[in-house]
């Protein structure tokens, strides 16, 4: 299985919901990360997680939650969000961290902030 | 700026022509890699290329590597209309454990 997948695909929200986006990977891989794409733009990277732990954090706002439950899962509770923060957020998964190894996207979540 | 930047932003060709795709990137490198995506999309990674290699070959792709010039291209043989996508470069600095991505090209290709 080398595919990564994201639920949902569509999420449309207010300012003052709260919501989670969710990561699934089951290729036996040890670093996941969120990345963020607005339209025409390149991804963004937002967090890293090497072995469930935290490794880089892009100084995302706190109404941006990460959490890696074990090293399948990755999880980004939003809550309180501005319109601007409306994009397509990504996974994606790599064998280990560091920028020398291939990273497996997810399809994305389409993100609406009203 | 960005790490890594890309020319042209927009390309069109027609079926059958080769595209070819430029990639700069301003600090050293330990690789760099080509991603696609297509509308709205995941990317997709296609080829990776070491600082110490020039060229490398994956089916149409042709992928150079110059590291005196921090430059890199990516040559897509016999486009097709499925190629139709927004072709990305990504960059792993030295001194660095994330990758960066350039600003990507659009690639559109005419049946």
């Known amino acids: 299985d080398t595919e990564v997948t994201q639920t949902p695909k569509h999420l449309v929200m207010g300012m003052t919901n709260k919501k989670s986006l969710k990561c699934e990977q089951h290729?036996?891989?040890?670093?996941m990360y969120w990345y963020k794409q607005k339209a025409k733009k390149p991804p963004e990277l937002m967090f890293v997680?090497?072995?469930?732990?935290?490794?880089i954090n892009e100084s995302v706002p706190s109404r941006f939650s990460p959490e890696c439950p074990n090293s399948s899962l990755l999880n980004l509770h939003l809550h309180a969000l501005q319109p601007e923060d409306s994009a397509l957020y990504l996974c994606?998964?790599?064998?280990?961290?560091?920028?020398?190894?291939?990273?497996?996207f997810g399809p994305g979540t389409r993100l609406t902030v009203l | 700026s960005q790490q890594g930047e890309e020319d042209p932003q927009a390309l069109s060709i027609q079926e059958g022509e080769n595209a070819t795709m430029n990639c700069s990137y301003k600090t050293s490198i330990n690789n760099l890699q080509w991603y696609r995506q297509n509308s709205g999309r995941g990317l997709v990674h296609l080829i990776l290329?070491?600082?110490?290699?020039r060229e490398k070959h994956s089916g149409r792709l042709r992928v150079t590597l110059d590291t005196s010039k921090k430059s890199s291209s990516l040559l897509i043989t016999a486009s097709r209309a499925a190629d139709t996508a927004s072709y990305f470069c990504a960059t792993d600095p030295r001194r660095g454990s994330r990758l960066t991505f350039g600003e990507g090209t659009q690639l559109t290709v005419n049946p």
């Open positions: 290329i070491r600082s110490n290699e």
């Open positions: 994606a998964s790599s064998h280990v961290a560091g920028g020398g190894n291939e990273q497996f």
């Open positions: 997680y090497s072995y469930e732990k935290l490794s």
């Open positions: 290729m036996g891989h040890r670093a």
